[in-house]
């Protein structure tokens, strides 16, 4: 987060998912349960608690025992930490107000896991609930070990579903070189919704 590029990628981002928040109706967040997929070392989890999650309604899942062990160390004991296989971890089906993923799905290079995946997602929402979903759309030709994942492919993810989509985020390469001149450029930059890179959906099971 020293990087300015890389506070100023964060920062656009919750103020998305904060307007999302809002437009759904959303009033007293402390009362969601939210389950964040790919949960990492825990920081998207601590994102939540900042805004107004209570921690007794978050949890995560991470399959690397590393990254487990250190969202554990980060987060309150009151934040339930999995350590599992999201596409196969017992979770109760219809408890979670909010299934969080963050580019977790451009690291998955297998068709069929991926719907494996998507599937246990959708099987955890509560009706009316939904995936929130951020992930880039576009291939980087520089590191084989991801893909891009396209509006269409997210539709075909959660055929049963309602999208809300937007663009968010600058082009990476774009936004470097930007923040090396000045930070205030980045938003400058940003207006134009053909230089960002990712997708914000919420993905919204019927009631």
């Given amino acids: 987060m020293l990087s300015p590029d890389n506070w100023q990628k964060m920062h656009e981002r919750q ?3 904060l307007r999302l928040f809002a437009r759904l109706g959303f ?10 997929v790919g949960a990492g070392a825990g920081g998207g989890l601590l994102e939540f608690l900042r805004i107004g999650f209570s921690p007794e309604r978050l949890a995560g899942i991470e399959l690397l025992p590393d990254r487990a062990a250190l969202a554990r160390r980060a987060l309150p004991l009151a934040v339930q930490i999995f350590n599992d296989d999201a596409a196969t971890a017992n979770i109760p089906a219809h408890t979670q107000d909010i299934v969080y993923q963050s580019v977790v799905f451009s690291s998955l290079l297998d068709d069929k896991y991926q719907a494996d995946l998507a599937n246990s997602m959708w099987r955890w929402v509560k009706p009316g609930g939904g995936v929130l979903w951020y992930d880039f759309v576009f291939n ?7 893909r891009g994942v396209p509006l269409r492919r ?6 049963e579903a309602t999208v809300r989509h937007q663009r968010v985020t600058l082009a990476p390469p774009i936004a470097r070189r930007l923040a090396i001149m000045h930070p205030g450029l980045y938003p400058v930059a940003n207006v134009f919704p053909f230089l960002r890179t990712h997708l914000l959906c919420w993905i919204q099971k019927p009631s």
Avoid at 140 to 146: A, I, L, R, T, Y
Avoid at 154 to 159: G, I, K, N, W
Wanted: glycine share 4%.
């Fill in 27 to 36: 009033r007293d967040l402390s009362q969601l349960n939210l389950l964040g």
């Fill in 15 to 17: 103020r998305a998912v």
């Fill in 154 to 159: 997210v539709r075909t993810l959660f055929p």
């Fill in 140 to 146: 980087n030709p520089s590191n084989p070990d991801v």
